[in-house]
């Protein structure tokens, strides 16, 4: 999801706190703060030797060690950070958006968003996971491209003597 997108589900109910889902059953706590909205950006070069630019916008989600049982966030009051933000450095809306969170039982992940539920006052950010991936084997268009595409399988019989230190194996 873009940050477009999400910003115009929190518009279909303002009014509506904000509940995050980091993993099925386990919600940050209700009294959280979104603290830093980033704009990052990406410019990496894969294992396939091919260079890769992308952004994304993430938003950290905090909970104070203090509990504050009147604290509360609508998605109004989202909106208006997303805003305040944008004012003092623009926000690119087409980037996908992702949320950095970690309690004490849950370590810090940038995670981004599966699905979202409106249900009466409530509006429910349900969060997912990524996996790693290797960006050769994924824009290959053939399965024998994939497979030499990086760090192709050695073959049993070469195990040994290929993958050793200066071997070109990964």
């Known amino acids: 999801m873009n940050t477009s997108e999400f910003l115009k589900e929190l ?9 995050f ?9 209700a009294d959280f703060h979104l603290t830093e909205i980033k704009n ?10 091919k260079q890769n630019k992308w952004e994304e916008t993430h938003v950290q989600i905090w909970e104070n060690p203090v509990p504050e049982p009147q604290h509360a966030v609508s998605a109004k009051k989202a ?18 958006l992702k949320f950095e969170y970690g309690n004490q039982t849950f370590h810090t992940a940038v995670l ?6 409106h249900k009466e006052n409530l509006i429910i950010v349900k969060l997912g996971v990524e996996n790693t991936t290797c960006k050769a084997k994924d824009r290959a268009e ?17 195990e040994k003597s290929t993958c ?5 194996c990964c």
Request: with cysteine; aromatic share 6%; hydrophobic share 35%.
């Open 112 to 117: 981004p968003v599966r699905e979202i539920q």
């Open 142 to 158: 053939t399965p024998e491209e994939a497979a030499l595409a990086c760090c192709a399988p050695v073959p049993a019989s070469e």
């Open 79 to 96: 909106i208006e950070i997303f805003q305040l933000v944008h004012k003092i450095r623009p926000i690119n809306t087409k980037a996908d």
């Open 40 to 49: 990052v950006n990406f410019d990496t070069v894969d294992c396939g030797g």
């Open 164 to 168: 050793s230190p200066n071997s070109g």
């Open 21 to 29: 889902a980091y993993e099925e059953g386990n919600f940050a706590r």
């Open 11 to 19: 518009e279909k109910q303002p009014t509506a706190n904000l509940l």
